[in-house]
């Protein structure tokens, strides 16, 4: 089932907002309320992302240490330093815990995170489906360029969805006028052998697909076709995206929970209500939602996508 958690809104501390109110994301590992039949504990590896401003580039004679500005959305490598758990840009650095353990055995959470302040936070506790390696490269979140993803559902047959899904989005790429296609053989650059870090290589090629209509501006628009490409090859398939950029976030609901709590000064997407707070609002399935603070979206996912399919 697997449970996430986004956060934007005024410096926190990193660590705190896993252990958060009576039932926090960290409570949500061994009790969770809404598993919805995808699991009993979220005992598989918990993740944690955090946002913070690039210090400036050292001058251009450095070796080390050198902040990129490149490409917004760049998941291959070129803006990011994805094996390192480093992505770099927009401004905005990206870094990552993780540990495949379960959450409530990592004393780092209370010892070591809390040290940790950001304004942006995305988090996820693991329940591993079945068949696919318990590992800590299989913990989201997934990085890449300013991005961070996690994946709450699964894809059956994994393997010959997400490589359809491939091929029909470099089919469907050229309507787009995307500057570059899809290449299978990407999926090959998947960090684990799991459905959800197949899922982030095609969402990342999507961000990344610059052209007239390309997404890195629309990622909501992304995470929508993608929802719907897969759903096209698996009607069953559960697909629960969480998407933040360190400024905003993006959430797809496909068969499982999520819960919005959105003040004027922070947003919070959550798979279940951390605490009692009357402000909780439930997400309908199959919607595409949009959140920072004092901005809510919730729109129906087949809309968002027939928008993303008509450039
Ligand atoms: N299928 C994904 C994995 O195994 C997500 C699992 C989940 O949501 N429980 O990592």
Redesign the pocket.
Known sequence: ??RHLGYVGPETAVGELLTRGSHSLRTQAWAPREMRG??TINADGFGVAWWRVAEPAPSSESEGGQVLTAGRGDISGRGGVPDSGIGVGAGLVVSRYRNPDPIWTDPAVEEVLPQLKSGSVLASI????VG?PVERA?CAPFLGGRWAFS????VPQWRRVVTAVSSDLDTAATQWGATRLFETARLLEAEAA???AALWVLLGELLDSAGPEGFVESPGAALALLATAVLTHASDARLNFLLGDGEQLWATTVHHALSALVTDDFAILSSEPYDGDPRWQPIPDRSLVTARPGFLSVEPLARADSQAAAP
């Open positions: 089932m697997c995808g699991g693991r329940s591993a489906t696919m299989a994946h709450n559902g699964v799991t459905d959800s």
